[in-house]
């Protein structure tokens, strides 16, 4: 599958642990609406600034609930359908 092909499907919310800072939960938001993940990390911080306490609680929830991204692969058919075989069965 490549890009094109994951257009008409819903876009759902994940962790990107990869890119985060500290659980990726800002990096996550900020793929899922196409947005920067500086953008992103300083709305974080601001909305922190004024009501810390509800960020710090709503900021653990999301990291609880959000599933982790799943792998991304780019490969060739053949080698990208082993892997997605193998994540399945996982």
Do not use: K, T
């Not at 490549?2 to 990869?18: A, I």
């Not at 300083?42 to 609680?57: M, S």
């Amino acid at each position: 599958m490549n890009r094109s092909d994951y257009e008409g499907l819903p876009r759902r919310f994940y962790r990107d642990s990869e890119r985060g800072v500290i659980l990726g939960v800002c990096a996550g938001i900020a793929e899922h609406f196409g947005l920067p993940v500086w953008l992103a990390r300083v709305a974080a911080l601001v909305l922190a600034w004024f009501f810390p306490v509800p960020v710090i609680i709503a900021y653990v929830v999301a990291a609880l609930l959000m599933p982790e991204r799943p792998l991304r692969y780019y490969g060739d058919g053949d080698e990208r359908s082993f892997w997605q075989s193998r994540n399945r069965r996982s």
